[in-house]
Structures are given as structure tokens and as C-alpha cells.
């Protein structure tokens, strides 16, 4: 059936450091493409998203690019601050109105 | 813009006790959703509704879970009799209709049954 998988975490990184977590995702069709984020304590907020092939997310220095060949959509931030601290999910759409999520990666930033 | 709403944010109850957690999804919204989160099983989506009609109730673990939504503006999500394992934090989320239109999660309702 369709899935979502996303990397195990949890993810440590130093301050200022690379991030990427990776998801790939099965489809039939074209789904859109979500990553949320979850701070502790709170509900789900929309990162960011991408409606098609090549279209790239963005906000708040992280991206993710939405690649079809290798159904994919990894998320990427530059330099990851302390606050960046949280559970991510990668998810995407399904045709029957609701969205299909990953298992949520846990990223921890260390100053 | 007001998100989504859930009351309460947090309930302690005992066990046996009926527990009703509420929901007003963003205005103009035609999908609701009801996920739980816990540790062990991470976030599942129990039931989802367009235009205040049961589309998929699969998830709900089993009789003593009971949803609705009367009107377009509100949901509620019952649990009676509660048990301790139902403990676990309880999201309501809402969307418009489309596949690009993304869900947008309330707070929660922290659950915990003695």
C-alpha cells in the first residue's frame, strides 16, 4: 500500500551543522509532498510543501525538493539552531482526502 | 486567523469514566480529522469526516470509541467507558478539499486515564 518511510532517528547534531533527514515515499499518481514539524508539548505545524515534480519547499532555511524519479523528498536546512530542536514528519496526499505520514524522525541540536 | 480549536488541553480521569474531547476546525474547512499520538505507537489516525460525513472510521481501536460532527463547526471525539491505555495525546485537524491543501493540527488534548 502506500507509505511513507522516513530515516530513524533520533538525529544529534552540533549547532550550525548540516541536516538532512531523508524520505521516500510509494505512490500511485502524483501526490503533494508535506514536512511538518512538532515541538515539544505542541500539535503538528506545516513546514513546508510541494505540490509537484522539481518544485521546491521552503521556510524558515529549510528546503526539500519534491524529485519523482526517485520519489523522494529530503529535507535540508544549512546551519540548524538549538530551536530547531523537534519531531519532523515527511507525509504526503492520498485521493481520498487525508494525508499519509511518516513515523516522525526526532532531530536534537546541542549549543 | 483562529486555527483549530480543542478543549480540554489536558484531562486526568479514572478509569470507567466517559471522557468527551472537542474540536472546531478552521472555518470554511470540509475535512476533520481525529489522530492520537503515543509513544509507542506513534501518531494514527483514528477517523476522518467531509462535510460532517464519517468517511473512515477504521482506525478507531474499537466500540468504546464514538465520534461525530453535528455541524460544520464542531466534532467530538468519546470514549466510554475510558481505560488506562487509552491514555495518550489526542489531535484534531482540519483541511480544506484538494490534494495540495495541507492539514492544519490543534494543540491537543493530553489524556490521561488512572
Known amino acids: 500500500g502506500d507509505s511513507v518511510t522516513q530515516m530513524e532517528g533520533p538525529v544529534t547534531l552540533s549547532e550550525e551543522a548540516f541536516l538532512t533527514i531523508n524520505c521516500t515515499y510509494t505512490a500511485t499518481g502524483y501526490p503533494s509532498l508535506f514536512w511538518y514539524v512538532q515541538y515539544p508539548g505542541e500539535g503538528l505545524q506545516l513546514l513546508l510543501k510541494a505540490t509537484k515534480a522539481d518544485d521546491k519547499g521552503s521556510n524558515k532555511g529549510f528546503e526539500a525538493t519534491y524529485r519523482k524519479e526517485t520519489t523522494s523528498f529530503h529535507l535540508e536546512k544549512g546551519s540548524v539552531q538549538v530551536s530547531d530542536s523537534a519531531v519532523y514528519f515527511c507525509a504526503r496526499s492520498d485521493n481520498t482526502g487525508k494525508l499519509i505520514f511518516g513515523q516522525g524522525t526526532t532531530l536534537q541540536v546541542k549549543p | 486567523d483562529a486555527g483549530v480549536i480543542q478543549s480540554p488541553r489536558h484531562e486526568v480521569t479514572e478509569m470507567g469514566q466517559e471522557v468527551t474531547l472537542r474540536c472546531k476546525p478552521i472555518s470554511g474547512h470540509d475535512y476533520l480529522f481525529w489522530y492520537r499520538q503515543t509513544m509507542m505507537r506513534g501518531l494514527e489516525l483514528l477517523i476522518y469526516?467531509?462535510?460532517?460525513?464519517?468517511?473512515?472510521d477504521s482506525g478507531m481501536p474499537e466500540d468504546r470509541f464514538s465520534a461525530k460532527m453535528p455541524n460544520a463547526s464542531f466534532s467530538t471525539l468519546k470514549i466510554q467507558p475510558s481505560e488506562p491505555r487509552d491514555s495518550a495525546v489526542y489531535f484534531c485537524?482540519?483541511?480544506?478539499?484538494?490534494?495540495?491543501?495541507?492539514?492544519?493540527f490543534g494543540d491537543g488534548t493530553r489524556l490521561s486515564i488512572l
Open positions: 469526516f467531509n462535510n460532517n460525513v464519517p468517511i473512515d
Open positions: 485537524a482540519s483541511s480544506g478539499t484538494g490534494n495540495n491543501q495541507p492539514q492544519h
